[in-house]
Structure formats: C-alpha cells, structure tokens
C-alpha cells in the first residue's frame, strides 16, 4: 500500500496551489481520502476530506472558502486546490485513505498515509 502526495512548494501569499494524492495497492474506490498538515511545532491538523463517492466533503475551519477537495473517478488520485494561501498555510501536507464510505475529520479512521509534501508560502 502506498500513498504519495506531491505538488508542494514555495507559493507567494495570495498564490495558489494544487496538490495530489496518488494511490496504489488497495482498493480505492472503498477508501475515503484525507489532507492534513502540520506545522513545525504544531500539532497535526486537518485540512479536508472527501468520500469515498466523491459526493461527501469535509473541510477545516482554517482552510473553509479556500480550498476544494476532488477525486478523479476511475484513477486512484485526490486533488487538494487552494487559494489564496496565507503565511499560516506553510506546513507539510499529508494525504490519508480511511476505510469509511463517509469523509471524515477524525485522524484515527484513517489506516494508511502517505509521506506528504511540504507547502511553503512566503514572498
């Protein structure tokens, strides 16, 4: 099982970015999808969450209005866009398969995560 998240960088405040969550060795229509991040010297947070059908989302409060998540049907990838990124925003980005049907928020759902990738905005 593998989860692979890309698409990090170094964005201006303001900017934009889109990442991916790429997924092998399960069943992945079965899986709901999760985005956290953290911070250095933070605690783990959650970001957003989208179902396993695609018609359920779920977002954090810091990123509500920002960011949209979206599953690519029939391929086993997960897009997290955001907009209007913040200084705030800077943190590594993991994504997370949770055998669920329903999006979810709650960390200990989700069996299997990925490495993440890190997410910088500064000017």
């Known amino acids: 099982v593998q989860l692979q998240a890309y698409g990090g960088g170094l964005v201006q405040p303001g900017g934009s970015l889109r990442l991916s969550c790429a997924a092998s060795?399960?069943?992945?229509?079965?899986?709901?999808i999760g985005w956290f991040r953290q911070a250095p010297g933070n605690e783990r947070e959650f970001v957003a969450a989208?179902?396993?059908?695609?018609?359920?989302?779920v977002y954090g409060d810091s990123v509500k209005g920002r960011s949209t998540i979206s599953r690519e049907k029939g391929k086993s990838t997960v897009f997290l866009s955001m907009k209007s990124l913040k200084p705030e925003d800077t943190a590594i980005y993991y994504c997370a398969a949770a055998r669920s049907s329903a999006a979810t928020s709650n960390a200990g759902y989700y069996r299997y995560w990925g490495q993440g990738t890190v997410v910088t905005v500064s000017s």
């Open positions: 989208i179902s396993w059908s695609g018609g359920d989302t």
């Open positions: 060795g399960f069943t992945w229509d079965y899986y709901s």
